[in-house]
């Protein structure tokens, strides 16, 4: 099995930075895609950014255009983690932020993607 557990959500006041952290473990052969997600109250699930280990063509990570500019993410493949560093937050940005992995546990079977728990961001003065 696989475990995702993020950290380094909380409340912070707009304007603020927050980085949040995801690190995957388990039976991991190998991870392709890691990425964040988000939902807000009443709203659906949305994809923030996330970042790609085997890339044939163009950038290895995409964000949504809400964020361009102001988010960043990035990972460590030796420790099996994803970042999201976030800056200028915004009310807007309030959700339970979840990580997101797509891992091969082994050769014999296919990618699957795994779910952390999720993490609450709250912006707000």
């Known amino acids: 099995q696989v475990q995702l557990v993020e950290s380094g959500g909380g409340l912070v006041q707009p304007g603020g930075s927050l980085r949040l952290t995801c690190a995957a473990s388990?039976?991991?052969?190998?991870?392709?895609?890691m990425g964040w997600y988000r939902q807000a109250p009443g709203k659906e699930r949305e994809m923030v950014a996330f970042?790609?280990?085997?890339?044939?063509?163009?950038?290895?990570?995409n964000y949504a255009d809400s964020v361009k500019g102001r988010f960043t993410i990035s990972r460590d493949n030796d420790r099996n983690t994803v970042y999201l560093q976030m800056n200028s937050l915004k009310p807007e940005d309030t959700a339970v932020y979840y990580c997101?992995?797509?891992?091969?546990?082994?050769?014999?079977?296919?990618?699957?993607?795994?779910w952390g728990q999720g993490t609450q961001v709250t912006v707000s003065s």
């Open positions: 970042i790609s280990k085997f890339v044939t063509s163009g950038a290895n990570t």
């Open positions: 997101n992995a797509e891992v091969r546990t082994s050769w014999t079977r296919p990618w699957y993607d795994y």
């Open positions: 388990g039976t991991i052969i190998s991870i392709n895609t």
